[in-house]
């Protein structure tokens, strides 16, 4: 398991920053460093922060219009004569609405696509019409797919390069606008890597996309109330580092997965996969949004509605480990 340093782990809560259009910004970078990228929007080029790369390099810049489906097949035709695409658009539209094009002209051919889906999950106020909560257990289902929920501005802007530097296609959620900085300095991305931020003995976190910074934060609660919580960020959701979630799951007696969509195909099933094909014990309490489809509000609303606030992690990390104890007094008895 790639760790990071006890000094990392302290700076995440010191440090609060923000950039503002993280992956314009990367993506700008990118293009003048590499003739082969063109950028591509659906329409929402204004909403999905690719702006500076479209007005810096319009010769390579494709305005698409309301046409997702297609969009997915021009860019797997531009991938076949040796472009490297950087797709943008709305995870809802990506995901659903793409997905055939998206499976069979991109994946199926491991064409070397890069997706960056915005609004992703609970994001969005645009309720059920507009939340992709499934998205990342459709794209994990495709082979070829690498899938990625970056935590904060820092690992978007990495995870712009290392997809650039991966040969196949790639599903990327990101958020836009003004991004929060919550991984510490000298955080490194690396595609199939997760990274322990927080250590600790009684029960563990795993959390991935913009869950991180409240999987953070509930560790924080149940620190002052005695609990120790370790805290593993999962954002390379495929390839999904197995062997991470396996070594904590050792070192803890219970583990709780928290997920900014359906738990069904997401995090919450990798780690489930993981520690099945183990053989491990260890109980695992799935956070995220159950079988439903969530109301529309807004980001707090609906993690409130839906027990994803630092507040009811922690109480259901508290619950987990009483579990495990009560299960454990009983055995012993």
Known sequence: MA????AMMGAVAAEAQAVDAPFGRALLALGKARADVVGMSADLSKYTDILPFAEAFPER????????????????????????????TY????????????????ALGRQNVKIFAFLPGLTTPGGPTHQAIE???????????????????????????????????AYVRGPRGVVQIVLPQGYQFEIGKARLLRDG????????GIMTERALQAADVLAARGVQASVLHASS?????????????????????????????????AV????AAAGSG????????????????????????????????????????????????????
């Open 91 to 106: 995870g809802v539209f990506a995901s659903r609405r793409a997905f055939d094009q998206v499976a069979m002209a991109i």
């Open 3 to 6: 760790m990071i340093d006890a």
């Open 237 to 269: 959701l495929k390839p999904f580092d197995a062997e991470a979630v396996r070594a904590l799951a050792a070192r803890v007696p219970a583990l709780v997965s928290v997920e900014n969509g359906t738990v069904l195909g997401g995090l919450g099933s």
């Open 282 to 333: 260890v109980p695992l309490t799935t956070l995220g949004v159950q079988d439903l489809f969530p109301v529309a509000g807004s980001l707090d609303f609906l993690l409130e509605r839906y027990g994803l606030t630092p507040a009811a992690i922690a109480e259901q990390a508290e619950a987990a480990v009483r579990r495990t104890s009560d299960t454990q007094s009983a055995t012993e008895g």
């Open 272 to 275: 489930s996969e993981a520690l």
């Open 135 to 169: 998205d990342v257990a459709l794209m994990r289902s495709l082979p070829n797919m690498v899938v990625i929920d970056p935590a904060d501005a820092r690992e978007l802007g990495q995870v712009v390069q290392a997809v650039a530097d991966h040969d196949g296609p």
């Open 201 to 208: 003995a009684d029960v563990g976190l795993i959390s991935t």
């Open 61 to 88: 810049f494709y305005q698409a219009g309301m046409a997702e489906a297609n969009m997915m097949g021009i860019a797997a035709g531009l991938a076949r004569v040796g472009y490297t695409p950087f797709v943008t």
